[in-house]
């Protein structure tokens, strides 16, 4: 083999693995929010869950919090109507990826929403 087809070679192995080098940095990045997503879907659930209890025990207690540390950098928000028959709660967690203390609208996050009514 001459240098010129060694070159060659070279040249064209490296244009075939340039994209199975990006697609896999983009496989990387889409699990890594997939984990993220799945870990804030599972600790919002269990928020929304701890707000129902809460709330069967004493409806007039108040459930909002704000950037509520859920561990190893989650936070959480809930949001809570107060009304006096039917409460709405929303739950958002998320990764405080840029360690403010607080999520930011680029943040990955779950919403969950749900009523409560009083029984």
Do not use: W
């Not at 540390?69 to 107060?82: K, P, V």
């Not at 840029?98 to 943040?107: I, K």
């Amino acid at each position: 083999m001459t240098l010129t087809e060694m070159v060659v070679a070279s040249a064209l192995l490296m244009a075939s693995i340039a994209p199975i080098v990006r697609s896999m940095t983009v496989a990387q990045a889409t699990t890594r929010k997939v984990e993220i997503k799945s870990r804030s879907l599972t600790l919002a659930q269990g928020r929304l869950a701890f707000c129902r209890a809460q709330v069967s025990s004493d409806y007039n207690t108040s459930l909002a919090v704000s950037n509520d540390d859920c561990g190893h950098d989650y936070l959480c928000t809930i949001t809570d109507d107060l009304d006096s028959t039917c409460r709405t709660v929303v739950v958002t967690v998320g990764l405080d990826q840029d360690g403010s203390g607080s999520l930011s609208a680029d943040e990955e996050s779950v919403t969950l929403s749900t009523l409560i009514a009083k029984y």
